[in-house]
């Protein structure tokens, strides 16, 4: 069964940055290149929202909020996604997760964000 391993949160202010790392233990590497990935989180109160996916051919897109501040990118040899943040806002506060974005495996613990103004 597929893991994936959030980490890099933590408490920032508004205007600095991080890198979110999800490491994918347990999926094969062939599946891991082919498969698409997608960071997601879920700020207090609200429901879970897609963030930014990535295609095995790097092909990424961004939700509107997080465009031109947002970079998702994929090392295959580390079966790793990356989020980096910047320009963070407050409205970015949230837990992040990672999953597949094509066939949801089960979620892992996230990591937090929280961006204070």
């Known amino acids: 069964q597929v893991h994936f391993v959030e980490s890099g949160g933590g408490l920032v202010e508004a205007g600095q940055s991080l890198t979110l790392s999800c490491k994918a233990a347990?999926?094969?590497?062939?599946?891991?290149?082919?498969?698409?990935m997608a960071w997601y989180r879920q700020a207090p109160g609200k429901q879970r929202e897609l963030v930014a996916s990535i295609t095995g051919d790097r092909n990424t897109n961004y939700a509107d909020s997080v465009k031109g501040r947002f970079t998702m990118s994929r090392n295959s040899a580390r079966k790793t996604v990356y989020l980096q943040m910047n320009s963070l806002k407050a409205d970015d506060t949230a837990v992040y997760y990672c999953?597949?974005?094509?066939?949801?495996?089960?979620w892992g613990q996230g990591t937090r964000v929280t961006v204070s103004s």
């Open positions: 999953n597949r974005g094509d066939y949801e495996q089960p």
């Open positions: 347990r999926m094969i590497t062939s599946t891991f290149n082919s498969a698409i």
